[in-house]
């Protein structure tokens, strides 16, 4: 693709490299601390976006300890050197502790080595510990200049040559411990490791009637111990932040009493491994079986996940995440002048912004020290409100308050799912079901969609009947595409029967269209004036209203899983190209997602308009030129005439003699599957965001009579950038585009230039977009 191409994305590669020209400068990449996966993915986005833009980037391996040795632990990388490590668990350049770094004399050695190929850009991937080291180096930088030009080591040239050192960090932890960033690169893969234990545990738990205690990683934070916790309804957790009260023994005992007193036949307790009491002292997972086995005699295991966490390949979000910093870090670095602080590279929301280093590192410290003082409602709060948020939600849901200490509401609020199946409406439904009794309503399921609905196919679920829900693929309560159109009459007879005062519908596109066939019946039918709020959940993520749907993330994981195996079966034969055609309809979210986190060569997608010139060449080389193992990815609907057949036959044809082409349609296996541990945290906070603000509108109602005509009573709840809102169907018909079921603009669009940077083709990225220096506030994290 020519960079004058009318086809090009916005913005022209030439004067994008001369805003961003890394002509004459040189990058050194490290990873540094505990490893994570997605690090390859972070040094991989270094490396290529580095060279995309004219500069050298330089491997230095064993982190510091590689710096201050030097040689040949410092070796530039080129192109091919970061060639199929997206996959690949850990850091494939290697992590060190190093003692010499902490010291001047090791870093006065680090300096040298590292002006000796010119390296005056430095990406560091770590923990905070790691960008503290980097920061107090940038510091000292000039001072090291001089002690090396004093000793004859360099030339005074040199000094002004390389006067300052421009540092950008990124966060490599699985603990998800550093303030300033929703996610560090690491953690979503953790949970992944962590669920599927607890998965695996439940099957064997519910067999013997046993009480599982689980010690997950988390030595100064509580993170992945309580969205482990939220994720499959843990019974109980401990936390470093959020210490149990007084007397805890006993409440925890009483609680599992009373769930095997309920024929429950497991029990999970999820412990971090740096999990105090209010008096700073230890709770072990030991001491919890002991407890346990005293207390109630019951069958007690311990299983201690330790390193299995770190281990294994990363998620797709951690490969989405890290590629998305390392090309941030790269813009950052040319761009900083000699009074740019060090930075770090932050997710906010769907942005990667740049935040200064040292004022997070201040803010993770500060939540230690809250800690070691007993200010544990100061430690949550400085972790941010999306941890508050998690132990909020936890708290409602883990535990069921007595009949007598709930006011009832004598209100009536049905749940029902519409439309394909997506893994993750099952936490939805469970944490709609459970905040909605807590809420004092009564809460109804419909089975079978509206289908069902019109049928009289409705019961009333309690509180255990939705126990385990959380990690169910599908949808339990059943779920059909059908529309209520037909069935306006028939509905409206059920909602007047069950008395039912609000409706929360979790599902895709058809809910969207169903919402607003419901609210277009309100003049004909009074019994739809009552509150109505959508939760997306779709694998195609194409509801208008929100940038993320249920089920997309678990769909996501199942192509890039794919895709893994398939490039293993490539690379094997070095002469196959791989046709991969995933679902999406004319959503090309998946197919563009995909690619990114699988490394694919292209993403052909309904959205961006292609043609016979972009099958033919991808980067100017042509297919012969480079067959080994390329993976093409499109969505179902991409294009009316080049379809994934007419793709599998033009190559299958013009690789005669030369490579093998081979078609693999995903199809419904996207929509299988357990939910990843995204998918059921976003579906169960969302749900019970819902469910919040079904209770705040029938309590604006109660006593009146009121009946709801406005358009702000029938809305989509959905998130946009990191803020939950939620929008009136009728505003958000202006947003859609009803022939093609797809918003008319979609946030993911912006990363299209990022994949094919990083697939090494013609390209220009946008960086109007990019985050700029940001001082970052406790209260938005």
């Given at each position: 693709m020519d960079?004058?191409?009318?086809?090009?994305?916005?913005?022209s590669l030439r004067k994008?490299l001369?805003?961003?020209?890394?002509?004459?400068k040189?990058?050194?990449?490290l990873t540094?601390?505990?490893?994570?996966?997605?690090?390859?993915?972070?040094?991989?986005?270094?490396?290529?976006?580095?060279?995309?833009v004219?500069a050298?980037?330089?491997?230095?391996?064993?982190?510091?300890?590689?710096?201050v040795d030097?040689?040949s632990?410092?070796?530039e990388?080129d192109?091919e050197s970061?060639?199929?490590?997206?996959?690949?668990?850990?850091?494939i350049?290697g992590?060190?502790?190093?003692?010499?770094?902490?010291?001047?004399e090791?870093r006065?050695?680090?300096?040298c080595n590292l002006?000796?190929r010119g390296?005056?850009?430095?990406c560091?991937?770590?923990g905070d510990?790691?960008?503290t080291?980097?920061?107090?180096?940038r510091?000292?930088?000039s001072g090291?200049?001089?002690e090396?030009?004093r000793?004859?080591q360099i030339?005074?040239?040199?000094?002004?040559?390389?006067?300052?050192?421009n540092?950008?960090?990124?966060?490599g932890?699985i603990?998800?411990?550093?303030?300033g960033t929703?996610?560090?690169i690491?953690?979503d893969?953790?949970?992944?490791?962590?669920?599927e234990?607890?998965?695996?545990?439940?099957?064997?738990?519910q067999?013997?009637q046993?009480?599982f205690?689980?010690?997950?990683?988390?030595?100064?934070?509580?993170?992945?111990?309580?969205?482990?916790a939220?994720?499959?309804?843990?019974?109980?957790?401990?936390l470093?932040e959020?210490?149990?009260?007084?007397?805890?023994e006993?409440?925890?005992?009483?609680k599992?009493?009373?769930?095997?007193?309920?024929?429950?036949r497991?029990?999970?307790?999820i412990?971090?491994?740096?999990?105090i009491?209010?008096?700073n002292?230890?709770?072990?997972?030991?001491?919890?079986?002991?407890l346990?086995?005293?207390?109630l005699?019951?069958?007690t295991?311990v299983?201690?996940?330790?390193?299995v966490q770190?281990?294994?390949?990363p998620?797709?979000?951690?490969?989405?995440?890290?590629s998305?910093m390392g090309v941030e870090?790269?813009?950052?670095?040319?761009?900083?002048?000699?009074d740019?602080?060090?930075c770090?590279?932050?997710?906010?929301?769907?942005h990667?912004?740049?935040l200064?280093?040292?004022e997070?590192?201040?803010m993770t410290?500060d939540v230690?020290?809250?800690?070691d003082?007993?200010?544990?409602?100061d430690?949550?709060r400085l972790?941010?409100r999306?941890?508050?948020?998690?132990l909020?939600?936890?708290?409602r849901?883990a535990?069921?308050?007595?009949?007598?200490?709930i006011?009832?509401?004598n209100?009536?609020?049905?749940?029902i799912?519409?439309?394909?199946?997506?893994?993750?409406?099952?936490?939805?439904?469970r944490?709609?079901?459970?905040?909605?009794?807590?809420?004092g309503h009564?809460?109804?399921?419909?089975?079978?969609?509206?289908?069902?609905?019109?049928?009289?196919?409705?019961?009333e679920?309690?509180?255990?009947d939705?126990g385990g829900?959380?990690g169910?693929?599908?949808?339990?309560?059943?779920?059909?595409r059908?529309?209520?159109?037909?069935y306006?009459?028939e509905?409206?007879?059920q909602?007047?029967?069950?008395?039912?005062?609000?409706?929360?519908?979790?599902?895709?596109?058809?809910?969207?269209?169903?919402?607003?066939?419901l609210s277009?019946?309100?003049?004909?039918h009074?019994?739809f004036?009552?509150p109505?709020?959508?939760?997306?959940a779709?694998?195609?993520?194409n509801v208008?209203?929100s940038?993320?749907s249920?089920g997309?993330?678990?769909?996501?994981?199942?192509?890039?899983d794919?895709c893994?195996?398939?490039k293993?079966s490539?690379?094997?034969t070095k002469?196959r190209?791989f046709?991969?055609?995933?679902?999406?309809?004319?959503?090309?979210?998946?197919?563009?997602?995909?690619g990114?986190?699988?490394?694919a060569?292209?993403?052909?997608?309904?959205?961006?308009?292609?043609?016979?010139?972009?099958?033919?060449?991808c980067?100017g080389?042509?297919l012969?030129?480079?067959?080994?193992?390329?993976?093409?990815?499109?969505n179902e609907?991409?294009?009316?005439?080049y379809?994934?057949?007419?793709?599998?036959?033009?190559?299958?044809?013009?690789?005669k003699?030369?490579?093998?082409c081979?078609?693999?349609v995903?199809?419904?296996m996207?929509?299988?599957?357990?939910p990843?541990?995204?998918?059921?945290n976003?579906g169960t906070?969302?749900s019970?965001?819902?469910?919040e603000?079904?209770?705040?509108k029938?309590?604006?109602?109660?006593?009146r009579g009121?009946?709801f005509t406005?358009d702000d009573s029938v809305?989509?709840?959905g998130?946009?950038?990191?803020?939950v809102i939620?929008q009136p169907?009728a505003e958000?018909k202006k947003?859609?585009d009803?022939?093609?079921?797809?918003?008319?603009?979609?946030?993911w669009?912006?990363?299209?230039?990022?994949?094919?940077?990083?697939?090494?083709?013609?390209?220009?990225y946008?960086?109007?977009?990019?985050?700029?220096?940001?001082?970052v506030?406790?209260?938005s994290?």
């Amino acid at each position: 693709m020519d960079a004058d191409d009318s086809r090009a994305p916005k913005g022209s590669l030439r004067k994008f490299l001369e805003h961003l020209s890394g002509a004459g400068k040189a990058i050194g990449v490290l990873t540094s601390g505990g490893d994570a996966q997605g690090m390859n993915a972070a040094v991989r986005a270094v490396v290529r976006m580095g060279i995309y833009v004219g500069a050298k980037v330089y491997f230095i391996y064993e982190g510091y300890q590689g710096m201050v040795d030097g040689g040949s632990n410092i070796a530039e990388a080129d192109w091919e050197s970061v060639s199929s490590i997206l996959q690949v668990g850990g850091t494939i350049i290697g992590s060190a502790r190093c003692q010499a770094f902490r010291t001047r004399e090791g870093r006065l050695k680090a300096a040298c080595n590292l002006l000796q190929r010119g390296i005056t850009n430095l990406c560091v991937i770590g923990g905070d510990g790691s960008l503290t080291g980097a920061n107090l180096f940038r510091k000292e930088w000039s001072g090291l200049l001089e002690e090396l030009a004093r000793n004859g080591q360099i030339d005074k040239e040199a000094v002004q040559k390389y006067a300052y050192l421009n540092v950008v960090g990124m966060v490599g932890s699985i603990d998800n411990d550093f303030c300033g960033t929703d996610m560090t690169i690491g953690t979503d893969s953790a949970l992944h490791r962590i669920i599927e234990v607890v998965d695996a545990i439940m099957t064997t738990a519910q067999s013997h009637q046993r009480t599982f205690v689980l010690e997950v990683m988390g030595r100064h934070c509580g993170y992945l111990a309580l969205v482990s916790a939220l994720a499959c309804g843990a019974d109980w957790v401990f936390l470093p932040e959020s210490p149990p009260e007084e007397g805890w023994e006993e409440q925890m005992c009483v609680k599992l009493s009373e769930n095997r007193a309920r024929k429950k036949r497991l029990n999970i307790i999820i412990v971090a491994e740096g999990a105090i009491d209010t008096q700073n002292k230890p709770i072990t997972s030991e001491k919890i079986k002991e407890l346990v086995v005293t207390q109630l005699g019951y069958d007690t295991r311990v299983t201690i996940l330790g390193h299995v966490q770190r281990g294994g390949t990363p998620s797709a979000f951690d490969r989405i995440l890290a590629s998305r910093m390392g090309v941030e870090a790269v813009i950052a670095l040319l761009e900083a002048t000699p009074d740019t602080p060090a930075c770090v590279v932050s997710l906010n929301g769907n942005h990667a912004v740049r935040l200064p280093l040292m004022e997070c590192v201040q803010m993770t410290q500060d939540v230690q020290k809250a800690m070691d003082e007993r200010r544990f409602q100061d430690a949550v709060r400085l972790r941010g409100r999306s941890f508050a948020g998690n132990l909020n939600t936890y708290k409602r849901l883990a535990i069921k308050l007595p009949d007598d200490q709930i006011p009832k509401t004598n209100c009536n609020v049905a749940v029902i799912n519409v439309g394909a199946p997506a893994a993750g409406m099952n936490a939805a439904v469970r944490s709609a079901v459970r905040v909605g009794i807590a809420d004092g309503h009564r809460m109804l399921a419909i089975y079978d969609g509206f289908d069902g609905f019109a049928k009289g196919q409705i019961k009333e679920i309690g509180w255990t009947d939705v126990g385990g829900w959380t990690g169910q693929g599908g949808s339990i309560l059943g779920t059909k595409r059908v529309l209520p159109g037909k069935y306006l009459e028939e509905i409206a007879t059920q909602m007047r029967t069950h008395s039912i005062n609000a409706l929360l519908i979790i599902g895709g596109f058809e809910a969207y269209l169903g919402l607003l066939e419901l609210s277009a019946a309100r003049e004909k039918h009074e019994e739809f004036c009552v509150p109505m709020v959508m939760v997306p959940a779709t694998v195609s993520n194409n509801v208008p209203g929100s940038d993320f749907s249920i089920g997309a993330d678990t769909a996501l994981n199942t192509i890039t899983d794919t895709c893994d195996r398939i490039k293993q079966s490539a690379s094997g034969t070095k002469r196959r190209v791989f046709i991969i055609e995933t679902m999406g309809g004319y959503c090309g979210y998946l197919a563009n997602m995909g690619g990114l986190a699988a490394g694919a060569d292209a993403a052909y997608i309904f959205e961006e308009p292609f043609d016979i010139r972009d099958l033919q060449v991808c980067d100017g080389a042509g297919l012969r030129a480079r067959p080994l193992g390329i993976q093409w990815v499109l969505n179902e609907s991409c294009s009316e005439n080049y379809t994934t057949d007419f793709i599998y036959q033009l190559y299958s044809e013009e690789g005669k003699g030369v490579f093998d082409c081979r078609k693999n349609v995903l199809g419904h296996m996207q929509q299988g599957g357990a939910p990843s541990p995204f998918d059921r945290n976003f579906g169960t906070k969302i749900s019970a965001r819902a469910m919040e603000w079904i209770t705040v509108k029938l309590k604006e109602a109660r006593g009146r009579g009121k009946k709801f005509t406005t358009d702000d009573s029938v809305c989509v709840l959905g998130i946009s950038k990191r803020n939950v809102i939620f929008q009136p169907v009728a505003e958000l018909k202006k947003q859609t585009d009803f022939e093609h079921r797809i918003p008319k603009e979609q946030w993911w669009l912006k990363l299209r230039p990022l994949m094919k940077i990083l697939a090494k083709y013609k390209a220009s990225y946008d960086v109007s977009d990019s985050g700029q220096l940001e001082h970052v506030q406790p209260w938005s994290v």
